[in-house]
Protein backbone atom coordinates (compact mmCIF):
# COMPACT_ATOMS: atom_id res chain seq x y z
CA UNK A 1 0.00 0.00 0.00
CA UNK A 2 1.18 3.55 -0.92
CA UNK A 3 0.72 6.71 1.47
CA UNK A 4 0.59 10.25 -0.37
CA UNK A 5 0.69 13.16 2.10
CA UNK A 6 -0.48 16.15 -0.05
CA UNK A 7 -3.48 16.16 -2.33
CA UNK A 8 -1.94 18.88 -4.47
CA UNK A 9 -0.87 18.92 -7.83
CA UNK A 10 1.61 16.52 -7.22
CA UNK A 11 0.34 14.02 -4.95
CA UNK A 12 -3.25 14.20 -7.18
CA UNK A 13 -1.51 13.28 -9.92
CA UNK A 14 0.99 10.79 -8.79
CA UNK A 15 -1.99 8.81 -7.33
CA UNK A 16 -3.66 8.54 -10.76
CA UNK A 17 -1.05 6.85 -12.24
CA UNK A 18 0.10 4.23 -9.45
CA UNK A 19 -0.91 0.74 -9.84
CA UNK A 20 -0.63 -0.11 -6.13
CA UNK A 21 -3.55 0.69 -3.68
CA UNK A 22 -3.09 4.07 -2.84
CA UNK A 23 -4.73 6.43 0.03
CA UNK A 24 -4.18 10.66 -0.32
CA UNK A 25 -4.12 12.18 3.06
CA UNK A 26 -4.79 16.64 3.47
CA UNK A 27 -4.96 18.41 6.18
CA UNK A 28 -7.12 20.48 4.27
CA UNK A 29 -11.25 19.87 3.87
CA UNK A 30 -11.35 22.41 0.87
CA UNK A 31 -8.66 21.70 -1.73
CA UNK A 32 -6.73 23.91 -3.93
CA UNK A 33 -7.55 26.94 -1.58
CA UNK A 34 -6.02 29.44 -0.58
CA UNK A 35 -4.20 30.01 -3.85
CA UNK A 36 -0.52 30.17 -3.86
CA UNK A 37 0.38 30.08 -7.08
CA UNK A 38 0.65 32.50 -10.27
CA UNK A 39 -1.17 29.73 -11.96
CA UNK A 40 1.27 29.46 -15.31
CA UNK A 41 1.78 26.49 -17.03
CA UNK A 42 3.76 26.16 -19.96
CA UNK A 43 2.63 24.46 -23.22
CA UNK A 44 3.80 20.95 -22.64
CA UNK A 45 1.00 20.14 -19.85
CA UNK A 46 -0.73 19.17 -22.55
CA UNK A 47 1.63 15.83 -23.47
CA UNK A 48 0.37 14.72 -20.18
CA UNK A 49 -3.86 16.59 -19.45
CA UNK A 50 -5.69 16.62 -22.37
CA UNK A 51 -8.32 18.34 -20.31
CA UNK A 52 -8.74 22.35 -20.46
CA UNK A 53 -11.67 23.33 -18.24
CA UNK A 54 -9.65 25.13 -15.72
CA UNK A 55 -7.66 27.26 -17.82
CA UNK A 56 -8.42 30.90 -17.42
CA UNK A 57 -6.21 32.79 -19.81
CA UNK A 58 -3.33 32.19 -22.76
CA UNK A 59 -0.17 33.83 -23.19
CA UNK A 60 1.66 34.54 -26.03
CA UNK A 61 4.04 36.73 -25.30
CA UNK A 62 6.45 37.90 -22.17
CA UNK A 63 7.46 41.35 -21.48
CA UNK A 64 10.92 42.14 -19.88
CA UNK A 65 11.31 45.27 -18.14
CA UNK A 66 14.61 46.19 -16.43
CA UNK A 67 14.73 50.27 -15.29
CA UNK A 68 15.60 51.44 -18.30
CA UNK A 69 14.39 48.82 -21.06
CA UNK A 70 11.64 46.60 -21.94
CA UNK A 71 11.22 44.19 -24.66
CA UNK A 72 8.33 41.53 -25.21
CA UNK A 73 9.66 37.84 -26.36
CA UNK A 74 6.95 35.98 -28.62
CA UNK A 75 6.14 32.35 -27.00
CA UNK A 76 6.87 29.51 -29.77
CA UNK A 77 3.55 27.72 -28.21
CA UNK A 78 1.03 29.47 -25.25
CA UNK A 79 1.49 29.09 -22.16
CA UNK A 80 -1.97 28.87 -20.00
CA UNK A 81 -3.15 30.80 -16.65
CA UNK A 82 -5.00 28.33 -14.70
CA UNK A 83 -7.60 28.63 -11.69
CA UNK A 84 -6.13 26.76 -9.19
CA UNK A 85 -8.70 25.66 -7.13
CA UNK A 86 -10.43 23.92 -10.52
CA UNK A 87 -6.76 22.18 -11.59
CA UNK A 88 -6.54 20.82 -8.14
CA UNK A 89 -9.79 19.45 -7.95
CA UNK A 90 -9.71 18.04 -10.91
CA UNK A 91 -6.63 15.99 -10.90
CA UNK A 92 -7.99 15.14 -7.47
CA UNK A 93 -11.11 13.42 -9.32
CA UNK A 94 -8.81 12.11 -11.44
CA UNK A 95 -6.83 10.62 -8.32
CA UNK A 96 -10.45 9.13 -7.46
CA UNK A 97 -11.57 8.09 -10.35
CA UNK A 98 -8.77 5.44 -11.06
CA UNK A 99 -9.10 4.00 -7.47
CA UNK A 100 -7.14 6.43 -4.82
CA UNK A 101 -9.03 6.60 -1.63
CA UNK A 102 -8.98 10.27 -0.14
CA UNK A 103 -9.17 11.01 3.41
CA UNK A 104 -9.08 14.91 4.19
CA UNK A 105 -8.64 17.09 7.51
CA UNK A 106 -5.55 14.07 8.29
CA UNK A 107 -2.62 16.68 9.30
CA UNK A 108 0.48 14.55 9.38
CA UNK A 109 2.45 13.92 12.58
CA UNK A 110 4.91 11.40 12.14
CA UNK A 111 6.13 8.48 10.84
CA UNK A 112 7.50 5.43 12.43
CA UNK A 113 8.68 1.68 11.43
CA UNK A 114 5.50 1.98 8.40
CA UNK A 115 3.62 3.36 10.72
CA UNK A 116 2.09 6.89 9.92
CA UNK A 117 0.49 9.41 12.71
CA UNK A 118 -1.95 11.93 11.85
CA UNK A 119 -2.30 14.49 14.87
CA UNK A 120 -6.47 13.21 14.87
CA UNK A 121 -5.05 10.50 16.47
CA UNK A 122 -5.19 8.14 13.74
CA UNK A 123 -2.81 6.01 12.67
CA UNK A 124 -1.92 4.01 9.46
CA UNK A 125 0.53 1.09 8.18
CA UNK A 126 2.06 1.40 4.76
CA UNK A 127 4.40 -0.19 3.03
CA UNK A 128 5.45 3.44 1.13
CA UNK A 129 5.18 6.96 1.75
CA UNK A 130 5.28 9.81 -0.40
CA UNK A 131 5.68 13.78 0.89
CA UNK A 132 4.12 15.82 -1.79
CA UNK A 133 2.85 18.20 1.24
CA UNK A 134 4.13 21.18 -0.46
CA UNK A 135 7.56 23.66 0.36
CA UNK A 136 7.56 23.54 4.44
CA UNK A 137 6.99 19.38 3.20
CA UNK A 138 6.75 17.96 7.01
CA UNK A 139 7.09 14.23 5.29
CA UNK A 140 10.82 15.47 4.30
CA UNK A 141 11.54 17.07 7.73
CA UNK A 142 10.26 14.09 10.07
CA UNK A 143 13.01 11.76 7.15
CA UNK A 144 15.65 14.79 7.03
CA UNK A 145 16.21 14.48 3.17
CA UNK A 146 16.64 17.85 1.99
CA UNK A 147 17.63 20.89 3.59
CA UNK A 148 15.59 23.59 1.99
CA UNK A 149 15.91 27.23 1.10
CA UNK A 150 13.03 29.46 -0.16
CA UNK A 151 11.76 32.35 -1.76
CA UNK A 152 8.91 34.63 -0.30
CA UNK A 153 6.37 34.96 -2.47
CA UNK A 154 3.63 37.64 -1.97
CA UNK A 155 0.44 38.30 -4.64
CA UNK A 156 -2.82 39.67 -4.88
CA UNK A 157 -5.59 39.19 -7.07
CA UNK A 158 -6.65 42.42 -8.33
CA UNK A 159 -9.00 44.36 -10.56
CA UNK A 160 -5.91 45.98 -13.45
CA UNK A 161 -6.24 46.31 -16.86
CA UNK A 162 -2.86 45.03 -18.77
CA UNK A 163 -2.30 43.22 -21.98
CA UNK A 164 -4.45 39.96 -21.64
CA UNK A 165 -1.75 37.68 -24.10
CA UNK A 166 1.25 39.08 -22.14
CA UNK A 167 2.75 37.78 -19.24
CA UNK A 168 5.02 41.02 -17.71
CA UNK A 169 8.21 40.22 -16.05
CA UNK A 170 9.90 43.09 -13.73
CA UNK A 171 13.73 42.70 -13.12
CA UNK A 172 13.31 45.39 -10.29
CA UNK A 173 14.45 42.41 -6.95
CA UNK A 174 17.81 41.08 -6.32
CA UNK A 175 17.40 37.70 -6.50
CA UNK A 176 14.28 37.23 -8.46
CA UNK A 177 12.03 39.69 -10.10
CA UNK A 178 7.79 40.79 -10.40
CA UNK A 179 5.14 39.84 -12.35
CA UNK A 180 1.95 40.99 -13.95
CA UNK A 181 -0.41 37.76 -14.71
CA UNK A 182 -3.28 38.72 -16.91
CA UNK A 183 -6.25 36.25 -15.64
CA UNK A 184 -9.13 37.68 -17.67
CA UNK A 185 -9.57 41.61 -19.43
CA UNK A 186 -10.57 43.20 -15.89
CA UNK A 187 -8.57 41.27 -13.42
CA UNK A 188 -4.77 40.47 -12.94
CA UNK A 189 -2.42 38.52 -10.57
CA UNK A 190 0.35 41.16 -9.78
CA UNK A 191 3.20 40.00 -7.39
CA UNK A 192 6.65 39.27 -6.40
CA UNK A 193 9.37 37.16 -4.87
CA UNK A 194 12.38 37.09 -2.75
CA UNK A 195 14.39 35.92 -0.15
CA UNK A 196 14.18 38.87 2.07
CA UNK A 197 12.34 42.08 2.42
CA UNK A 198 9.53 40.91 0.13
CA UNK A 199 7.14 43.43 2.04
CA UNK A 200 8.79 46.07 1.05
CA UNK A 201 9.32 45.10 -2.69
CA UNK A 202 5.83 44.15 -2.69
CA UNK A 203 4.96 47.86 -1.54
CA UNK A 204 7.54 49.32 -3.97
CA UNK A 205 5.87 47.45 -7.18
CA UNK A 206 2.64 48.15 -5.91
CA UNK A 207 3.49 52.25 -5.84
CA UNK A 208 5.27 51.77 -9.02
CA UNK A 209 2.10 50.58 -10.75
CA UNK A 210 -0.46 52.62 -8.96
CA UNK A 211 -2.69 49.98 -7.31
CA UNK A 212 -5.73 50.77 -5.64
CA UNK A 213 -6.15 49.44 -2.27
CA UNK A 214 -10.42 49.78 -3.02
CA UNK A 215 -9.38 47.41 -5.79
CA UNK A 216 -7.75 44.22 -4.61
CA UNK A 217 -10.40 41.41 -4.83
CA UNK A 218 -7.77 39.04 -2.57
CA UNK A 219 -4.13 38.98 -1.26
CA UNK A 220 -2.42 35.35 -1.67
CA UNK A 221 1.47 34.14 -0.57
CA UNK A 222 3.53 31.45 -0.72
CA UNK A 223 6.98 29.98 0.02
CA UNK A 224 8.78 29.02 -3.40
CA UNK A 225 11.39 26.35 -2.53
CA UNK A 226 14.75 26.46 -4.42
CA UNK A 227 16.09 23.88 -6.70
CA UNK A 228 19.50 22.69 -6.13
CA UNK A 229 21.28 19.91 -8.30
CA UNK A 230 22.78 18.59 -4.91
CA UNK A 231 19.62 17.69 -3.25
CA UNK A 232 18.24 13.88 -2.71
CA UNK A 233 14.68 12.70 -3.39
CA UNK A 234 14.60 9.59 -1.22
CA UNK A 235 15.30 7.92 1.76
CA UNK A 236 14.94 4.06 2.19
CA UNK A 237 10.63 3.94 1.71
CA UNK A 238 9.85 7.60 1.70
CA UNK A 239 10.38 10.04 -1.64
CA UNK A 240 9.09 13.27 -1.90
CA UNK A 241 7.71 14.95 -5.66
CA UNK A 242 6.93 18.36 -6.76
CA UNK A 243 7.21 21.21 -4.48
CA UNK A 244 8.32 18.89 -1.04
CA UNK A 245 11.18 17.59 -3.19
CA UNK A 246 12.27 21.48 -4.75
CA UNK A 247 11.42 20.57 -8.25
CA UNK A 248 11.40 24.19 -9.14
CA UNK A 249 12.61 25.83 -12.01
CA UNK A 250 14.98 28.51 -10.81
CA UNK A 251 14.39 31.09 -13.31
CA UNK A 252 10.94 31.98 -12.93
CA UNK A 253 9.52 30.05 -9.75
CA UNK A 254 7.55 27.44 -12.21
CA UNK A 255 6.77 24.61 -10.28
CA UNK A 256 3.17 22.85 -11.74
CA UNK A 257 4.76 21.38 -14.83
CA UNK A 258 8.14 19.63 -12.68
CA UNK A 259 5.32 18.41 -10.17
CA UNK A 260 3.66 16.39 -13.16
CA UNK A 261 6.97 15.23 -15.02
CA UNK A 262 8.51 14.19 -11.28
CA UNK A 263 4.90 12.26 -10.67
CA UNK A 264 5.73 10.35 -13.39
CA UNK A 265 8.98 9.83 -12.69
CA UNK A 266 8.20 8.76 -9.45
CA UNK A 267 5.37 5.91 -10.63
CA UNK A 268 7.71 4.65 -13.59
CA UNK A 269 9.93 4.08 -10.53
CA UNK A 270 7.38 2.75 -8.29
CA UNK A 271 5.45 0.57 -11.21
CA UNK A 272 8.34 -0.75 -12.66
CA UNK A 273 10.84 -0.76 -9.90
CA UNK A 274 12.87 1.90 -11.31
CA UNK A 275 15.68 3.72 -9.50
CA UNK A 276 13.79 6.97 -9.06
CA UNK A 277 16.44 9.51 -9.49
CA UNK A 278 17.70 7.89 -12.62
CA UNK A 279 13.86 8.50 -13.85
CA UNK A 280 14.21 11.88 -12.76
CA UNK A 281 17.43 12.83 -14.71
CA UNK A 282 15.55 11.32 -18.20
CA UNK A 283 12.87 13.73 -17.63
CA UNK A 284 13.86 16.84 -15.48
CA UNK A 285 16.66 17.40 -14.14
CA UNK A 286 18.42 18.62 -17.00
CA UNK A 287 16.59 21.42 -17.43
CA UNK A 288 16.44 22.20 -14.31
CA UNK A 289 19.99 22.07 -13.47
CA UNK A 290 20.21 24.92 -16.71
CA UNK A 291 17.71 26.96 -14.62
CA UNK A 292 19.80 26.68 -11.48
CA UNK A 293 22.86 28.06 -13.46
CA UNK A 294 21.23 30.72 -15.07
CA UNK A 295 19.64 31.68 -11.65
CA UNK A 296 22.70 31.83 -10.30
CA UNK A 297 24.32 34.27 -13.13
CA UNK A 298 21.23 36.60 -12.78
CA UNK A 299 21.74 36.84 -8.84
CA UNK A 300 24.77 38.84 -9.94
CA UNK A 301 23.22 41.01 -11.61
CA UNK A 302 22.74 44.67 -10.97
CA UNK A 303 20.26 47.54 -12.33
CA UNK A 304 22.61 48.72 -15.51
CA UNK A 305 23.52 44.75 -16.22
CA UNK A 306 19.52 44.01 -16.66
CA UNK A 307 19.43 47.13 -18.88
CA UNK A 308 21.99 45.95 -21.06
CA UNK A 309 21.13 42.22 -21.12
CA UNK A 310 17.38 43.36 -22.80
CA UNK A 311 19.05 45.47 -25.01
CA UNK A 312 21.10 42.03 -26.17
CA UNK A 313 17.94 40.08 -26.37
CA UNK A 314 16.84 43.21 -28.50
CA UNK A 315 19.92 42.68 -30.75
CA UNK A 316 19.90 39.48 -30.99
CA UNK A 317 16.31 39.01 -31.61
CA UNK A 318 15.61 36.27 -29.37
CA UNK A 319 11.97 35.51 -30.28
CA UNK A 320 9.62 32.20 -30.13
CA UNK A 321 11.01 31.09 -27.15
CA UNK A 322 10.21 27.69 -25.33
CA UNK A 323 10.40 27.77 -21.81
CA UNK A 324 9.88 23.78 -21.54
CA UNK A 325 12.80 22.97 -24.34
CA UNK A 326 15.11 25.97 -22.67
CA UNK A 327 18.80 25.04 -24.51
CA UNK A 328 22.19 26.71 -23.39
CA UNK A 329 22.37 27.89 -27.23
CA UNK A 330 19.09 29.83 -26.40
CA UNK A 331 20.78 31.54 -23.59
CA UNK A 332 24.81 31.76 -24.17
CA UNK A 333 24.87 34.09 -26.71
CA UNK A 334 28.57 35.95 -26.87
CA UNK A 335 27.73 39.51 -25.59
CA UNK A 336 25.60 37.69 -22.86
CA UNK A 337 28.21 35.50 -22.26
CA UNK A 338 30.79 38.59 -21.68
CA UNK A 339 28.32 40.28 -19.57
CA UNK A 340 27.57 37.17 -17.60
CA UNK A 341 31.42 37.05 -16.74
CA UNK A 342 31.92 40.63 -16.01
CA UNK A 343 29.07 40.56 -13.73
CA UNK A 344 30.29 37.26 -11.88
CA UNK A 345 33.49 38.48 -11.70
CA UNK A 346 32.46 42.25 -10.07
CA UNK A 347 30.83 40.01 -7.16
CA UNK A 348 33.57 37.45 -6.41
Not at 70 to 82: D, G, R, V
Not at 280 to 289: P, Y
Amino acid sequence: MISVIGAGPAGSYLSSLLDDEVKIFDYKENIGKPIQCTGVLTNRFQDYIKEKKFVDNKIYNIELNSKNESHIISLKKPEFIINRYKYDNFLLQKAIDKGAKFYPKHQFRDFRENMIYFSNGEKVKTDILIGADGPLSKVNRISNIQNKKHWVAKQIKVKYKTELDTYKVYFNIPDFFSWIVPEDENTARIGCASSSNINQHFDNFMRKLNVKKENILEYQGALIPQYNPMQKYQKGNVYLIGDAASLIKNISGGGLLPAIKSSHALANSLNKNKDYKKELSKILLKSLNLNYLTRKVLNKFNEKDYDKLIKLLKEYKLDKLDRDNLRYTDLIKPKIGLLSLKALIRNI
